[in-house]
C-alpha cells in the first residue's frame, strides 16, 4: 500500500489551455473522489466514483471540467479552456466501502496555476 | 442541506495547554462527522471520526470530539498541545443517503507558542 499518488504535484499553464491531471488511488478502494482547495478554504467537494460509476457531481464542476474513472483504477480529471479562477489545488482521495462514515486517504495534491 | 461551521479561524496556544477547536454542523440526516489535520505541504490526515456509535470519539495524537446532536456540535479537544500539533484543522460532514457528498469547513488554524 503506497497511498494515493497525484501527477503532476505541478502545473503551470497559460488561460485557455487543456490540463489533465491523473489521480491513482489505493489498490482495491472502490471509491476516489476530487476536491478542489483554494488558499486560505477547506477542500470543496467536485465528484466522486464508485468503481468505474460517477455517482455524484457538485454543481462547481462547470462544462469544462470532466473526470473519468474508466476500469475503476486510476482517474483522471480534465480542465478544458483553462481560466485564472480554475488556478487551485486539486485533491484526489480514495475509501473502500460504500457508506459515508468511512475514512477517506488523500493525495499530496495537484497545484494548477492559470497565468 | 449540509453545512460545516467552523467558529475560529485561528486559534493560539501555549505549549502543554489544552486545545479546543469549535465545530457546529447542520444536516438532514444522520452524519458521520471527521476532523482532518493538515500540516505544512503534507497531505491531509484523519484525525478521528464519529459514525453514531460512541458519542466520545478518540483519535490519534491524544485528540478527542464529542458529537453533540442537541447542540449540532461535534468540537475537537487536546489536554496538553504540543509544538507539533501547529497545522490546520478541518472538521468534515458527510452523508450517505441517496447521493453523497462530504463537505469541509473552512479550516481553522492552530499555532502553539512555546
Known amino acids: 500500500d503506497t497511498g494515493v499518488s497525484q501527477d503532476p504535484r505541478h502545473k503551470i499553464t497559460k488561460r485557455g489551455q487543456n490540463v489533465t491531471f491523473r489521480c491513482d488511488p489505493i489498490s482495491e478502494h472502490n471509491r476516489l473522489y476530487w476536491y478542489r482547495q483554494t488558499l486560505g478554504q477547506g477542500p470543496e467537494f467536485l465528484t466522486y466514483?464508485?468503481?468505474?460509476?460517477?455517482?455524484?457531481k457538485s454543481r462547481l464542476l462547470s462544462d469544462r471540467f470532466s473526470a473519468e474513472r474508466p476500469k475503476g483504477s486510476f482517474s483522471t480529471l480534465e480542465i478544458q479552456r483553462t481560466e485564472q479562477g480554475d488556478s487551485a489545488m486539486y485533491l484526489c482521495?480514495?475509501?473502500?466501502?460504500?457508506?459515508?462514515?468511512?475514512?477517506?486517504?488523500f493525495g499530496p495534491g495537484t497545484r494548477l496555476t492559470v497565468l | 442541506a449540509q453545512s460545516v461551521t467552523q467558529l475560529d479561524s485561528h486559534v493560539s496556544v501555549s505549549e502543554g495547554t489544552p486545545v479546543l477547536l469549535r465545530c457546529n454542523y447542520s444536516s438532514s440526516y444522520s452524519p458521520s462527522l471527521f476532523w482532518y489535520v493538515q500540516h505544512p505541504n503534507k497531505g491531509l490526515q484523519l484525525l478521528l471520526k464519529y459514525t453514531s456509535a460512541a458519542t466520545l470519539v478518540k483519535g490519534i495524537n491524544g485528540f478527542e470530539a464529542e458529537f453533540k446532536k442537541s447542540e449540532t456540535s461535534f468540537h475537537l479537544t487536546k489536554p496538553s498541545a504540543h509544538m507539533s500539533d501547529a497545522a490546520e484543522y478541518f472538521c468534515?460532514?458527510?452523508?450517505?443517503?441517496?447521493?453523497?457528498?462530504?463537505?469541509f469547513g473552512a479550516g481553522t488554524r492552530l499555532f502553539v507558542k512555546a
Open positions: 482521495a480514495s475509501s473502500s466501502g460504500t457508506g459515508p462514515y468511512n475514512e477517506q486517504f
Open positions: 468534515v460532514v458527510s452523508e450517505g443517503t441517496g447521493g453523497f457528498k462530504t463537505i
Open positions: 466514483f464508485q468503481n468505474e460509476a460517477q455517482l455524484e
